[in-house]
């Protein structure tokens, strides 16, 4: 079974621009998820998407925003670039549903690494 | 509110040691919890998970953790670490509610050394 599949590994921008992050989840999984983590800040959680629609969303600006499509692929995107943007953002997959605690196990991909400049 | 406290940013154990990586949760709710371990330039690995059927809980390679309610704690231990287990670890509370998902909630990290 394949993994969460994260594209690009690796990008490079300048600030100001945008950029579009995408994941492509474990099959069978309609939940996905998007985390940023830095040295400072951590793991923080950006949001979660399931079934098309955004189901929870984090603390942060409205720079950052995502989607899911029909096929569960989940796309993040994030405008007006700052330098504090550097990252890595991890997506992560689960079923996303069933009795509390089943099924809630989420499965990362190996991430973007975001580098603004 | 839930919140994830791991004890010590760095631990440094020598090959053939116990591995002792501590976690502290606070949760209103009972918690599942879950340890996860990071390679470098990798994403997260889940090494295992509590979801309240058993409070000694067996992951993979080797790896095992307690869930002790009274203490608050999950604490992560290997008999006898190998130089591979060099890596971050991540304990991890799941705010999720029912067919209503949510989110992890992770600790700081902690590196984990393994000397020759």
């Known amino acids: 079974k394949a993994g969460v599949t994260q594209t690009p590994r690796y990008l490079i921008k300048t600030r100001g621009q945008q950029v579009t992050l995408s994941c492509s989840p474990i099959?069978?999984?309609?939940?996905v998820s998007w985390y940023q983590q830095t040295p400072g800040q951590g793991l923080q959680f950006l949001f979660e998407?399931?079934?098309?629609?955004?189901?929870n969303k984090g603390n942060f600006p409205g720079r950052f925003s995502g989607r899911q499509f029909s096929n569960s692929r989940s796309e993040m995107n994030v405008s007006t670039l700052e330098l504090g943007d550097s990252a890595l953002y991890l997506c992560?997959?689960?079923?996303?549903?069933?009795?509390?605690?089943?099924?809630?196990?989420?499965?990362f991909g190996q991430g973007t690494r975001l580098t603004v400049v | 509110a839930q919140s994830v406290t791991q004890l010590g940013s760095h631990v440094s154990v020598s090959e053939g040691a116990l591995v002792l990586l501590r976690c502290n949760y606070s949760?209103?709710?009972?918690?599942?919890l879950f340890w996860y371990v990071q390679y470098p330039n990798q994403g997260l690995q889940l090494l295992l998970k509590?979801?309240?059927?058993?409070?000694l809980v067996k992951g993979i390679n080797g790896f095992e953790a307690e869930f002790k309610k009274s203490e608050t704690s999950f604490h992560l231990t290997k008999p006898s670490a190998h130089m591979s287990d060099a890596a971050e670890y991540f304990c991890?509370?799941?705010?999720?509610?029912?067919?209503?998902?949510?989110?992890?909630?992770f600790g700081q990290g902690t590196e984990l050394s393994v000397k020759p």
């Open positions: 992560a997959s689960s079923l996303g549903q069933g009795r509390q605690g089943v099924g809630t196990e989420a499965f």
């Open positions: 099959s069978g999984h309609r939940s």
């Open positions: 998407y399931f079934s098309e629609t955004q189901r």
């Open positions: 949760s209103s709710v009972p918690p599942y």
């Open positions: 509590y979801t309240s059927a058993a409070t």
């Open positions: 991890a509370v799941s705010h999720m509610i029912y067919n209503q998902g949510g989110k992890l909630i």
